[in-house]
Nanobody
Framework: QVQLVESGGGLVQPGGSLELSCVAS????????MGWYRQAPGKERELVAF???????NYADSVKGRFTISRDNVKNTVYLQMNSLKPEDTAVYYC???????????????WGQGTLVTVSS
């Protein structure tokens, strides 16, 4: 069974930094795009950033210049470095990836359980 497990969330003051990590585990054949989404209280889930297997990236306008997404294809891990955090960045952050399991010929979208990031003084 393939799963994603996030870590690195927590409480940080405005202007501070956090790094989130997400590890894919299980019987994995290949991973295409990996990304991060977030959902703030009372709001819909939104894309924060994604990265292709080849390293191309895309960011939401609200985080450009402050967040950096990266991945380690050997470790099946995606990271989100978050700098200059603002209170409006407060949300549950979810990892997402398109994964092909060894037992399958198709890629399937997999979600992590989420990690809470709170930006507050």
């Amino acid at each position: 069974q393939v799963q994603l497990v996030e870590s690195g969330g927590g409480l940080v003051q405005p202007g501070g930094s956090l790094e989130l990590s997400c590890v894919a585990s299980g019987s994995i054949f290949s991973i295409n795009a990996m990304g991060w989404y977030r959902q703030a209280p009372g709001k819909e889930r939104e894309l924060v950033a994604f990265i292709t297997r080849g390293g191309s990236t895309n960011y939401a306008d609200s985080v450009k210049g402050r967040f950096t997404i990266s991945r380690d294809n050997v470790k099946n891990t995606v990271y989100l470095q978050m700098n200059s955090l603002k209170p409006e960045d407060t949300a549950v952050y979810y990892c997402n990836a398109d994964i092909r399991a060894r037992s399958s010929f198709e890629y399937r979208e997999v979600w992590g359980q989420g990690t809470l990031v709170t930006v507050s003084s």
